[in-house]
């Protein structure tokens, strides 16, 4: 059993949430510490009605733990996790640095949970635009397997962390008051724009953020034949990534087709009545664990394709949420043996 808990990087906006979520989902434990960087160590946190002091991360913070889960910056995790699994600890990581080693599997529930039986010590999850498109993908590549896909991101502020919200916030009230005002996390005005670049460039004109969309899911599919086509867009939104996503399948999928598979899929909502104004949007989207989908539609420029607008919580189901939810298969899996 996987009884003792350890939560890496516990201050933070991801981890404040997934506290949140532990106690919301009353997730199984026997004891449970929270784990920080030097700077945020001796901080005290609420958990389940009891008070506990932050404490430093270090290698001998993971003696005894069962599971650990981390939404730390990259090169923290690089750090600490090889410090755990040294300890007999397994790691479910939010981080970017282990998604893409070859010997780590790279899990969302509702899509490849079987995964999580070839860890070797450390489960990832993926980048959040990748995570809520994967989820959108599942029913419809298990009907009729998709060949290709086009997508275009509207991304939330929040996704840049702390100060990018308040690059939102205080840039917005600068533009209203005729005032400067100096932007941390963006390179450009985010208030009242949009900025066609997240991430740096990467290869062939696309940016770190576009390539990561077009790995992690091939590498969620264990697919390399998925082909992935991905434009991602800083919005001056708060929270919640949107997504515009045209899928092409190897046989015609119809909209009502689609509708019913979305509508019977794990960790789906569908919102679409166009005509009465219905369908996802951030303001109605955040808070939530799910992934919204309306906006389904025949694509009539080809064939075999289809398109629909797709919502989620990225600081939700895009990081805390799918971390949780591995740690509960986890758990789960060591029940049942």
Not at 213 to 234: N, W
Request: charge should be negative; include cysteine.
């Amino acid at each position: 059993m996987y009884e003792n808990l350890a939560i890496v990087g516990a201050t933070g906006a991801v981890g404040r949430l997934i506290r949140q979520l532990l106690e919301e989902r009353k997730f199984p434990y026997k004891t449970i510490k929270f784990l920080a960087t030097k700077r945020s160590a001796g901080t005290e946190i609420t958990f389940n009605g009891e008070t506990h002091i932050v404490e430093e991360m270090t290698p001998e913070s993971f003696k005894g733990i069962d599971i650990a889960i981390g939404s730390t910056p990259d090169e923290a995790a690089a750090e600490f996790a090889p410090w755990a699994v040294a300890a007999g600890c397994i790691v479910v990581d939010e981080s970017g640095y282990w998604r893409m080693k070859e010997d780590v599997p790279l899990v969302v529930p509702e899509v490849n949970p079987e995964a999580i039986q070839n860890h070797k010590g450390i489960i990832s999850s993926p980048n959040c635009s990748t995570t809520q498109m994967v989820v959108a993908m599942k029913p419809l590549h298990d009907a009729a397997k998709i060949k290709r896909v086009v997508v275009s991101t509207y991304q939330a502020t929040s996704g840049a962390g702390v100060v990018g919200e308040e690059d939102l916030v205080e840039g917005a009230k600068a533009v209203l008051n005729g005032s400067d005002y100096e932007y941390k996390a963006f390179k450009h005005q985010i208030a009242f724009n949009l900025i066609p670049q997240i991430g740096g460039p990467k290869y062939e004109g696309y940016t770190s953020e576009e390539m990561k969309m077009v790995y992690e899911t091939r590498k969620i599919f264990g697919d390399e034949s998925i082909q992935v086509c991905p434009t991602c867009v800083r919005v001056p939104v708060t929270n919640c990534h949107s997504e515009s996503i045209l899928v092409e399948t190897e046989r015609p999928i119809s909209a009502e087709e689609a509708r019913e598979l979305f509508e019977k899929a794990d960790g789906i909502t569908v919102v679409d009545d166009l005509g009465a104004g219905e369908y996802p949007m951030p303001k109605t989207c955040t808070g939530k664990n799910e992934v919204f989908i309306g906006r389904i539609r025949k694509d009539i420029s080809c064939e075999n394709g289809l398109t629909f607008w797709c919502v989620s919580d990225n600081l939700r189901k895009g990081a805390a949420t799918n971390a949780v939810q591995i740690a509960e298969l986890l758990v789960r899996s060591s029940a049942a043996v």
